[in-house]
């Protein structure tokens, strides 16, 4: 590697230049970066910058207005946990409602349970709560302590080790190879003397690819002298933007520019450098990484909203029986005032000798004991809220996430990554999905580039079945085989492009197809690695002849297969510097000085890169999309329109069979216009304001009048699945929508094979470029195919979807195709067709952002497909945003790349798939699997079964509390209205919390009404999902029916039975509370659809602890329930009562679900009984 130490460069990507530059254009250069430092010298102090005083912590915080790097993500200490940890639980509503109830309990006129007893349930909702919150902060202190490590700190000239929680900004740190960055720090220096560094960012974006930084020429140096460092640093207030770093620093009396590339991040590892230097510039809570760091906002169940309505109307009901009982109570108490004395329910006065003879006991007048029966009716009834229904679906929501994480079937081998449930309040909503909305590339593709086709000057050339140990040209055999340099993977070539290059000829063709792939070569981020051979580590050699293999680590997949190619054809990229790179050209070393790089962006949609040739020629070499680099070529040429339009149905061709291309250019560069571009480049470097448009400027002086040499074609191929999977979901009736940044031909193509679109969809496309345009357009389509304004449509949808009117299957176009019932009119026969629609993001700017939402909404969801092309990250979100804001429907939003975090996040439900493109998309995701295919399986099985099992329980939580309330009150009401109570405090507070819970949780996590096979076979059966049938209104009221039924049954039978008899209260209390835990466990029983060990041992356990509680409870002489079980035990009279009392509860919900399967089957209740078909028949023919 040649060293250039040259202080007049002004930029990362300046900063060698060649030996042979001429002296004026020196002092050129010179003049230029005078005129940088005065016009960015008061922009840092305008904009109030943070200052950073190199090695000089105590002077850059002099005000102590920075924050230590110590990192802190546990929630709590031993002092804050409990109160903090109180205060956050009581933000629950529900939590609030029962501790006013335990209040209230504590008030000796209201006091109904035992003053100890009504706090048990609060105290163990808490209790758990606060055990669970506190091992989760446990786990995070654990990780704290072990983030604080050590590192090489200067001080006192020489380096010491260093807890990292006390590094502070301004001082200058050393980390070795492997190390990992412990905050963000602006490099000095690298243990390579041209200040080059490689970093591994995949603790801060999932990315396993290596990327360089650069420390500036200036101080790289001086730190490879081992001079005394300091100087001043200007940058930009901490923010949490990872791609950007603005700030200029002050060394030795230079002002130069800092940009991304200087800079390293916490969390960041260094590899392939032995060691680097920095200064810290943000530390600890101020770091990116930290800024970052934010979960992903909080979605909430649509189940769980529907349960909030129910709530509320169970709220009025817990007010209406209060009201009945404090109105009862007043009546009762006006019509025998005066007899209160002497009646056996109730005393006005205190009789017995003594001082208190004749005095109040209790009594505080009529109003107030109305009031008060009020209240104590609230605390009596309070079950009627069901607070363990809270607890339970959080159990119930963690058991169904272990199972969807250990589903093997959801296992990816590829990346070796398990299925992920990052959000566990959301799964029941798996179930409901009208709408999914996925990114392409990464997502329904494997975002590993494979280079395929290319068009040079015009001809197009193919890989061929050949690799390079099977070319047929001898000659070109042989200088392959002498290639030093053996890729990671074999890459097909074409024999004939191979032959042309290996030609020693002078024509146009030759040197095009030379100057294409050293385009490929050398305009690129990609970052050669070599070893002595493919087992060995990473390293790099002065001698070609001991390298034996070639790997490439780049950003970008794309680049990679691009740069991968050049090498298998010839061209092998072998060493990258800050100012130049090395080029092994079929055996000779070509050395190329890079002068300046204008990277890619959104805007541009090109890449460029400024080179010195050996011979002192100037070249720029770009390459970029179609759509803005054919705009910028020269056009005064024949041969060179003659060579454009058979590119360009090259690449036609090449979309059409869903190819990713580029286009491949460039010219030289003459001396004036170098200098005029190093001019403004140097000045756009140095800008603190709008540095990247004034970048895309100067940019502009060299990207034109460009010579076309050619294009390239790269498969991403589709991943396992994605057609099946895809066809299920439709015919699931699930509606799939593609948001992709790809050109439109390669996205249809890609729709076409993956099966999305089908040859008889008529394909409505939307290409405007102004909001008039877009407005005809999607009039002219509404017009064609007589789409429905949406109030009329919605109508006809929610008729449809209307689960209380009627059962009746919904077909998979039910919403989508309005458009059908108006064809029979129609002359065209095509319009009868499924629609699809294709729109570009350049429409979607002014349909977006104007008035003209509502018509595309008209037709999209008329259409069976929606493709979006070309479309930005805050576009996907939008089109979000358009179905949700507009129906109930359920949305999912499924991508890999950092730019699907908008669409993920606006979405109900966000998928996040572990590809290529890092993490970001996992982290801002509710849940995340390695393939699109198992997207399948998510909605139809667990989606399904989540949906189905949560609907039940909701419902069964209503109903259990509900018959238990019930059954109090109608003994109030014949006890003369008052808040006594049959059962005991104990028997009250265990019947929610020990004794019937278990079975419920249990059945929400193991019950399946169908076997995971059945719910892929049959995809139509999720539209259950969409019907709402597990859980709506309606059964919401038929519950509450069979609950009143129920509670009457258990309340009258045992009156009557025991009318006669002499047995107490308590008896009759004790008979009431063991009937109603079988009642309810055997109601549950009747809707288990899968029994195993633990659901028999849960439900029939439940029952026999239930006893055994009583028995204990009952062998406590100080309760007044005393010995109660031991005497009903012994009479038959107990056990037959509890017997009918169950029989004739039960008989109407049984007869009436006979009645309701017999004639009136769901699809469900049909495939049930064709699986159990299915397992009877082939025993009954053994």
Request: aromatic share 10%; charged share 20%; hydrophobic share 40%.
């Amino acid at each position: 590697m040649e060293l250039h130490n040259n202080s007049n460069s002004c930029t990362s990507f300046d900063i060698s230049r060649s030996s042979s530059l001429a002296p004026e254009n020196l002092s050129k250069s010179q003049r230029i970066r005078n005129k940088s430092v005065s016009f960015d010298d008061n922009l840092p102090y305008a904009e109030n910058p943070r200052l950073i005083y190199i090695n000089d912590p105590r002077k850059t915080n002099d005000k102590y207005e920075f924050t230590g790097n110590e990192i802190r993500t546990s929630k709590y200490t031993l002092i804050t946990f409990l109160p903090k940890n109180l205060f956050i639980q009581f933000h629950r509503v529900a939590y609030l409602y029962f501790l006013a109830i335990a209040a209230l309990n504590q008030l000796p006129p209201l006091a109904v349970f035992g003053r100890t007893v009504s706090l048990f349930p609060l105290l163990f909702v808490l209790c758990v709560t606060a055990i669970k919150d506190g091992y989760e902060d446990w786990r995070r202190h654990r990780s704290d302590r072990n983030e604080n490590r050590e590192a090489l700190v200067l001080q006192a000239g020489e380096f010491q080790m260093k807890k990292w929680k006390k590094i502070r900004a301004g001082e200058v740190v050393k980390i070795h190879a492997d190390e990992t960055i412990p905050c963000d720090m602006v490099l000095l220096g690298t243990s390579d003397p041209s200040g080059l560094a490689y970093i591994q960012t995949m603790n801060l974006d999932g990315e396993s690819n290596l990327k360089t930084r650069y420390a500036r020429q200036e101080t790289a140096s001086s730190i490879f002298e081992g001079c005394n460092v300091s100087g001043l640093i200007g940058c930009e207030q901490p923010n949490r933007n990872i791609y950007e770093f603005t700030a200029n620093m002050d060394f030795n009396g230079y002002i130069f520019p800092l940009s991304q590339s200087n800079i390293v991040l916490r969390g960041c590892q260094l590899k392939n450098t032995d060691w680097i230097i920095g200064v810290v510039v943000y530390a600890g809570q101020e770091t990116k990484a930290m800024l970052n760091s934010a979960v992903s906002p909080s979605k909430r169940s649509k189940l769980e909203s529907y349960m909030n309505r129910e709530t509320l109307w169970l709220s009025i009901f817990l007010l209406v029986m209060c009201s009945v009982v404090a109105v009862g109570m007043g009546l009762w108490l006006h019509r025998h005032k005066d007899e209160l004395d002497t009646l056996p329910y109730y005393r006005k006065t205190f009789i017995r000798n003594g001082r208190e003879n004749g005095k109040t006991y209790r009594y505080y007048g009529i109003p107030m004991e109305t009031f008060f029966s009020f209240l104590s009716s609230i605390i009596v009834f309070q079950i009627m809220i069901p607070i363990s229904l809270y607890i339970t679906m959080e159990l119930v929501r963690l058991g169904q996430s272990y199972f969807m994480i250990e589903d093997k079937h959801m296992y990816c081998s590829n990346s070796g990554s398990r299925f992920q449930c990052r959000s566990l309040n959301i799964n029941e909503d798996l179930g409901q999905i009208r709408y999914v909305f996925s990114d392409k590339t990464g997502t329904l593709t494997e975002n590993k580039m494979e280079f395929r086709k290319a068009s040079v000057y015009g001809k197009d050339y193919r890989s061929s079945n050949f690799t390079d140990d099977s070319l047929q040209d001898d000659k070109i055999r042989d200088a392959a085989v002498s290639s030093r340099w053996k890729l990671k993977s074999e890459i097909s070539v074409d024999s004939e492009l191979m032959d042309l290059l290996h030609k020693d000829l002078t024509g146009d063709e030759r040197i095009a197809a030379h100057l294409f792939f050293l385009t490929l070569a050398a305009c690129n981020t990609v970052i050669p690695i070599v070893s002595q051979d493919a087992s060995s580590n990473h390293g790099r050699s002065e001698s070609w002849g001991e390298v034996k293999a070639i790997d490439y680590q780049g950003e970008s997949p794309d680049e990679q297969a691009l740069v991968s190619a050049a090498s298998a054809y010839g061209y092998t990229l072998h060493e990258r510097t800050s100012g130049h790179i090395a080029i092994d050209v079929n055996g000779d070393k070509l050395r190329l000085d890079v002068l300046g790089l204008h990277e890619f962006d959104s805007v541009r949609k090109r890449m460029s890169v400024v080179i010195r040739f050996p011979d002192n020629t100037i070249k720029v070499l770009v390459k970029g999309a179609d759509t803005t680099m054919f705009s910028i070529l020269a056009r005064d040429i024949e041969k060179g329109d003659q060579i454009r339009q058979l590119t360009q149905s090259h690449l036609t061709e090449y979309s059409s069979e869903g190819l990713r291309t580029l286009v491949v250019a460039a010219r030289d560069l003459t001396d004036a216009e170098l200098e005029q571009w190093q001019y403004q480049y140097e000045d756009a470097s140095t800008s603190l304001i709008d540095r990247a448009a004034k970048l895309r400027q100067t940019a502009a002086l060299v990207e034109c009048n460009l010579n076309l040499l050619g294009a390239t074609a790269i498969e991403d191929k589709l991943q396992d699945g994605v057609p099946e999977a895809i066809e299920a979901l439709r015919q699931a009736g699930i509606k799939v929508w593609v948001l992709t940044g790809d050109k439109q031909e390669t996205a249809i193509s890609i729709g076409l094979s993956c099966k999305l679109l089908t040859a008889d969809m008529q394909q409505i496309i939307i290409n405007g470029n102004s909001e008039e345009e877009c407005r005809s357009l999607l009039t002219d389509a509404k017009t064609r195919y007589g789409v429905q304004p949406a109030n009329r449509k919605n109508k006809n949808s929610k008729r449809s979807n209307n689960p209380e009117i009627g059962y009746f299957e919904i077909p998979d176009d039910a919403k989508s195709s309005n458009v059908l019932q108006q064809c029979s009119g129609k002359e065209e026969p095509d319009v009868c067709a499924p629609l699809a629609l294709i729109i570009d993001g350049n429409s979607l700017v002014y349909i977006l952002e104007k008035d003209l939402q509502s018509e595309l909404f008209d037709i999209a969801t008329s259409c069976k497909v929606v493709l979006c092309c070309r479309v930005a990250p805050l576009q996907k979100a939008g089109i979000v945003d358009l179905i949700k804001s507009r129906t109930d429907d359920m949305t999912l939003a499924i991508g890999d790349g950092a730019n699907d975090v908008s669409m993920i996040q606006m979405a109900d439900v966000g998928v996040g798939i572990c590809g290529q493109e890092g993490r970001q998309a996992v982290m801002a995701s509710d849940f995340a699997m390695g393939q699109f295919q198992f997207l399948k399986r998510l909605l139809l099985v667990h989606g399904h079964w989540n949906y189905q099992r949560v609907g039940y329980l909701v419902l069964y939580n209503f109903y259990r509390n509900a018959v238990f309330v019930l059954m109090l009150f109608w003994y109030i009401l014949c006890t003369a209205f008052s808040t006594t109570s049959a059962l005991t405090d104990w028997s009250s507070v265990f019947y929610s919390v020990i004794y019937t819970s278990v079975p419920t949780i249990v059945v929400g996590v193991l019950d399946k009404d169908l076997s995971h096979k059945t719910l892929l076979k049959y995809p139509k059966l999720y539209g259950a999902g969409h019907r709402h049938e597990a859980y709506n209104l309606q059964l919401f009221w038929i519950t509450m029916i069979d609950t009143l039924w129920q509670s009457l049954v258990l309340f009258y039978i045992p009156l009557f039975t025991y009318k006669e008899s002499s047995i107490d209260i308590w008896s009759m209390g004790s008979l009431w509370t063991i009937t109603v835990v079988i009642l309810v466990n055997i109601h549950l029983a009747m809707d288990i659809r899968r029994w195993v060990f633990i659901t028999h041992a849960a439900v029939w356990g439940s029952i026999m602890i239930t006893y055994a509680c009583m028995v204990v409870l009952d062998s406590i002489p100080i309760f007044p329930n005393y010995w109660t079980i031991y005497h009903l035990a012994k009479s038959p009279t107990y056990w037959l009562t509890i017997s009918l009392i169950i029989i004739m509860a039960l008989l109407p919900r049984f007869l009436l679900k006979v009645i309701h399967q017999i004639f009136w089957p769901s699809d469900i209740q049909i495939a049930r009984e064709a699986e159990i078909l299915r397992k009877v028949t082939p025993n009954l023919r053994s």
